[in-house]
T-cell receptor
Framework: AQSVSQHNHHVILSEAASLELGCNYSYGGTVNLFWYVQYPGQHLQLLLKYFSGDPLVKGIKGFEAEFIKSKFSFNLRKPSVQWSDTAEYFCAVKGGSYIPTFGRGTSLIVHP | GAGVSQTPSNKVTEKGKYVELRCDPISGHTALYWYRQSLGQGPEFLIYFQGTGAADDSGLPNDRFFAVRPEGSVSTLKIQRTERGDSAVYLC??????????FGEGSRLTVL
């Protein structure tokens, strides 16, 4: 069975600070990996995804994530956060089935 | 509309009552998923449809929960004899087979 662990449940940053959110998964085979974001009052939407190829994936709004197979990790990064990045961030993994499994989520608050 | 539509957006019911939640996926998306999200948690898988059939219903918590998708488009999640523990946001998502999930706004269910 596949599972996802997000280490940071709550992160508080000031604008312009750098961000890294941890995501580790457990699954022995080929995986697809996702980061979804949920802005206040809005639905979950895709931030970026990894299916194959270059392990460094770039998404919307300056976010990127790096797939490190040996560490079973897919950490999300942004060099300089903005107040508008305040949101919930969810990592998800899809292994042998068509069903993505989501992590618990990280609540990010960015102070202006 | 172009996105996934869920109705009702909010439902308040009494313990023991029957509830139906509806999901209208993106046109042409053959895969449809139901998830449940409790406060402070990530989406928890309930059931996955490929076309009209439930390809995987392993996430349904018990036999009070049932879902249908009779024509391969709109889906209804049905909850019998609701309990207070069923209170959550019920999320619907659709996708092309194997692709990223597109989520609706969710239906917030409150069982008093």
């Amino acid at each position: 069975a596949q599972s996802v662990s997000q280490h940071n449940h709550h992160v508080i940053l000031s604008e312009a600070a750098s961000l890294e959110l941890g995501c580790n998964y457990s699954y022995g085979g080929t995986v697809n990996l996702f980061w979804y974001v949920q802005y206040p009052g809005q639905h979950l939407q895709l931030l970026l995804k990894y299916f194959s190829g270059d392990p460094l994936v770039k998404g919307i709004k300056g976010f990127e994530a790096e797939f490190i197979k040996s560490k079973f990790s897919f950490n999300l990064r942004k060099p300089s956060v903005q107040w508008s990045d305040t949101a919930e961030y969810f990592c998800a993994v899809k292994g042998g089935s068509y069903i993505p499994t989501f992590g618990r989520g990280t609540s990010l608050i960015v102070h202006p | 509309g172009a996105g996934v539509s869920q109705t009702p957006s909010n439902k308040v019911t009494e313990k023991g009552k029957y509830v139906e939640l509806r999901c209208d996926p993106i046109s042409g998306h053959t895969a449809l998923y139901w998830y449940r999200q409790s406060l402070g948690q990530g989406p928890e898988f309930l059931i996955y449809f490929q076309g009209t059939g439930a390809a995987d219903d392993s996430g349904l918590p018990n036999d009070r929960f049932f879902a249908v998708r009779p024509e391969g488009s709109v889906s209804t999640l049905k909850i019998q004899r609701t309990e207070r523990g069923d209170s959550a946001v019920y999320l619907c998502a659709s996708s092309l087979q194997g692709g990223e999930l597109f989520f609706g706004e969710g239906s917030r269910l409150t069982v008093l």
